[in-house]
């Protein structure tokens, strides 16, 4: 009978164990380092499991690495950028793995993900680096001594045993193994084994003619990162982003501390005795610092973004990209003759470029409007090979501006009144030009024909809505501004169209709004210099109103808390 009520009682005991936590609420933060988590956790248990085995053939350790590698195909699309990585981290790997132990055939792939701040090996002889861990790199050595660790896990046969401890823990045939999430080899492995591969992995690094130093050097990053992950940094001003510090957090779960191995190279060194030697650049840096600088530029950081780029072309001079960067972080910071010489660079390799011609135009005319047309036609006339339309077009808006309308009206007359079909695109462009040497009307008849052609589009609706205020049209403007096609995200400069037509209008509280939009979006239209350059005085005139009623309700919010 006691029996019976002691089994009694342990079923009602379950039963409510159940209950509670059915209702109990468990607040768990999605994040990418969930999985992570789990298997960094399961990596503790794997190494406390009282399996032993037959290690596999090296036939069948490649086999399974491959399949695995074939799963694990990444998706790209800079296949370029990609395949240049690619290539440089085959011939830094192939000099390591040639000094490795085991004679693998040993491939070397990139993972082009902007938060993947790790690196990791699969069984056979496939090594794995993300862009965010090369990003965080000067130097050719720090990329040794990572890429000489993941050989190492692969050379002392950490790889093929954790295959076989899955295969253990999972109970599933040596064939089903190709099924095994990556993420099983991303987490990492014992601190012994980690250690070892650090140690192994600098001594490969070494052997093949690299310096120790890059080693420590890299977990120096790793300590700065570890000191981030720590702090929970909640922005992306920092030196990595937070979604990449979420996926730090599994990798610092199943590796030792940065401090710990450092301290480990560092008695290798001595114990070594290793000379000092001079560390490589990273041939390939220009890519990082070239996505560095966009990402600084896509966040306003325009001085950040013009030395970002600034670096990278130092790295690698003929680059049209990180030239355009350049210019535009420039011309942001309203240093227009320093953005005109840049632009004048990108022309020299690609003269024939419209955008390039347009924008070396414009920033030349925000420079030095009345001496813009003498620079734009030296250029022209020492420029080689095809030169399009926009040439011409902006050579007779420049010399618009220098008091010659002459070839202005001819090319008026051409694209309007001549033969054929206008042209809008070129019949909106001159009254740009009229708009900037405050023709308006002349502005709004021109830049009405382009918009009645492609009516929504951006930038020529932008344009009319600008000129239309300028002839006190202002509820016009606001109708071409509201037709305005956008996907989702309000283009730059309708935010302030919006707010400098609701000024004029005296509607203060939804101009404020807008105003607010519009500098968070583009903070160049709280630089005075930009916004004169660039745009009328009457449009200046009305930022400086709302900018002194924007602050003034700031300060009085701020006051009244």
Known sequence: MKRWMALAGVVLLGIASVVVSEHRKVDVAASPAALLYL???TEQELIRMPVTFARMSDQEEIRIGDELARSYRMRNDQASEVSTVERYLTLVGSQLASHAHRKLPYRFHYIPNPYFINAFALPGGHVYVGQALLALMDSEDELAAVVGHEIEHIDHYHCADRVQQEQALRK???GGLVALPVEVFEAGYSKDQELEADREGTRLAVETGYSANGAIRMFESFARLYGEYQARAKTPQGEVSQVALETLEGYFRSHPLPSERIAQVEQLIAREGWAARPERDLAVAYIFLTAKAQSAFQAHRYPEAEQLAKRSLVVRPEQPRAFELLARAQFAQANFSAAAETYRKILETD???PDMVAAFA??????DRHNAVMEFRRWAENSKGHQPKEVEVAAAGLALLSGNPEAAGSLEAEFIRGDGEPTPKFVGELGWWHYLNGDYQKAVDLLSE????????VRPSLRL???????????DALEVLNEIRTNQQIPPGKSMALAVARWQTQEHEEALRDFGFAVRGQPEWENSNWVS???SPRVEQSIVEMQG????QRARVAASR
Request: charged letters at 25%; zero cysteines.
């Open 39 to 41: 298997v960094a956790d």
């Open 172 to 174: 599933i045939p040596l």
């Open 351 to 353: 003269s024939s470029n």
């Open 362 to 367: 414009e920033t030349l005319a925000a420079a």
């Open 450 to 457: 382009e918009v009645q052609q492609h009516p929504g589009s």
């Open 465 to 475: 809505a600008w000129a239309r205020m300028e002839v006190r049209q202002y509820r």
């Open 533 to 535: 350059a660039l745009y």
């Open 549 to 552: 009623e924007y602050e003034r």
